[in-house]
């Protein structure tokens, strides 16, 4: 029989199990936070494999409670030399509350002709977004929260400092310089500026990588409209323009192919093109929101979502896109060429030890 999960006073056990589920859910998006060894797991690890674990710094999944039901996060900072902290992140109060005002945000964005079903599983995919967000920001988040606390540890340390000079020299009848000791406020004000440049930072990162969807949409959706174009002199062509995975196919988009004039073959070419851009930045849901026509105004009101782009701006975006794949691929190339070392370098260690 199995035991009965204990649900928090004000949380019913149906959110309880969907903060659960989103958390699982979003584990699922990313899959670099793998199992942690932790506890009795290391019963079985030799020392040569303990040390290098142990000055790892990590954020991994761990599993609590009950037959391993809740999964949590573990984390590890490392400082210069040796492990500075390890603990246990519980995130279920977090995605509780990102349900909470998911659910306040989705009430009052969408229009009232959604089902209360439907609305549960906009807010529940909401929610899902800001855990993702949580997870990204995680590690590095929680690192300046350190950096900085010890920091103000000791500016803190250095005021108290001060009020014990003023004060001795106070009682001795000295003349106290006026002002105070700024370097908690120095501190304060550098952890506000470091805050907002990675905030900023991850909002670059977010953009970055729906550039990088933005490619590999257009690299699916190109060939399917150079299909099109071959298929379009046949009688029923229009059939086959939404089959499988390409059922998202646009009408607007599709009448302009109808429509193209096809004299000139290099032009074609860059229409296509065109359509694919477009075609790819709906999927990605590239949306600009500022300095648009009135034309795409109406085209958004009559549910047509266009980008709003130009073909030139889309194809920036398309270079950019490439760009950070390419800086991305150099980058995991290279981290397994250094894991690759770390693991040879552990090697040896273990041969000097044995």
């Known amino acids: ?25 979003a584990l699922t998006f990313r899959p670099q936070i793998q199992q942690k060894t932790f506890g009795q797991d290391f019963a079985g690890v030799s020392i040569q494999q303990i040390i290098p674990e142990m000055l790892e710094p990590r954020v991994m999944v761990l599993h609590m ?13 490392v400082g210069a030399e040796s492990p500075v902290i390890e603990a246990i992140f519980y995130p279920y109060e977090a995605i509780l509350f990102f349900l909470s005002q998911a659910r306040s945000y989705i009430q009052w964005a969408t229009p009232p002709s959604l089902t209360d079903e439907e609305k549960e599983s906009l807010a529940r995919d909401e929610a899902l977004q800001m855990t993702l967000i949580m997870l990204d920001s995680f590690y590095r988040r929680f690192e300046l929260t350190m950096d900085s606390f010890t920091s103000e540890v000791f500016a803190h340390w250095r005021l108290q400092q001060t009020e014990k000079i003023v004060h001795y020299k106070a009682e001795r009848g000295e ?13 304060l004000k550098n952890y506000t500026k470091e805050l907002t440049q990675f905030w900023k930072y991850l909002d670059r990162a977010y953009g970055g990588g729906q550039k990088v969807r933005f490619v590999a949409e257009y690299d699916d959706v190109y060939p399917h409209w150079k299909r099109l174009h071959r298929m379009s002199s046949e009688d029923g062509w229009r059939e086959y323009a939404k089959a499988g995975r390409f059922q998202d196919t646009p009408d607007d988009l599709l009448e302009k192919l109808d429509n193209m004039d096809r004299s000139d073959q290099g032009a074609v070419e860059v229409k296509l093109s065109d359509l694919a851009l477009e075609h790819a930045g709906r999927r990605a849901r590239l949306v600009n929101r500022s300095g648009i026509s009135r034309s795409v105004i109406r085209q958004r009101k009559a549910g047509i979502r266009v980008t709003g782009y130009t073909r030139a701006q ?5 270079k950019e896109g490439r760009n950070i794949l390419q800086q991305m691929n150099q980058a ?4 397994t060429a250094n894991q690759a070392l770390a693991e040879s370098g552990l090697e040896e260690l273990k041969k000097t030890l044995d």
């Open 1 to 25: 029989m199995e035991e009965a999960v204990q649900v928090p006073e004000g949380i019913s056990v149906e959110d309880g199990a969907l903060a659960i589920e989103i958390f699982l859910k």
């Open 65 to 77: 409670g009950p037959a391993g039901k809740f999964p949590c996060l573990f984390f590890r900072f």
């Open 175 to 187: 003349k106290i310089p006026p002002g105070r000791n700024p370097v908690l406020g120095m501190a």
């Open 314 to 318: 889309l194809y920036n975006y398309l």
């Open 332 to 335: 995991e190339t290279m981290a």
